[in-house]
């Protein structure tokens, strides 16, 4: 998933709940700063950040790791 997908993501499970950027951070203990780069694409999120999202927003990380041969 792209940091601009994650971003969209964010923003619509955020507005779906009636959600601020401000109520986000405060609900995530995430700052505001990173809520608002994070919708808009300009940063990549942490596992660790994106699971608190998760846990608020309604959503689960999944890590997939690639096969070899």
Same mark, same amino acid.
């Given at each position: 998933? #792209?940091?601009? $997908?994650?971003?969209?993501? =964010? *923003?619509?499970?955020?507005? +779906?709940?009636?959600?601020?950027? +401000?109520?986000?951070? $405060?609900? &995530?203990?995430? #700052?505001?700063? &990173?809520?608002?780069?994070? $919708? *808009?694409?300009? &940063?990549?999120?942490? =596992?660790? =950040?994106? #699971?608190?999202?998760?846990?608020?927003?309604?959503?689960?990380? $999944? +890590? &997939?790791?690639?096969?070899?041969?």
């Amino acid at each position: 998933m #792209s940091t601009q $997908e994650i971003g969209a993501l =964010v *923003r619509e499970r955020r507005n +779906l709940f009636r959600l601020t950027q +401000l109520d986000l951070a $405060e609900m &995530t203990g995430v #700052s505001h700063n &990173t809520i608002r780069k994070i $919708e *808009r694409g300009q &940063t990549n999120p942490t =596992v660790e =950040v994106l #699971s608190k999202l998760g846990e608020v927003l309604g959503f689960q990380i $999944e +890590l &997939t790791i690639p096969h070899t041969i």
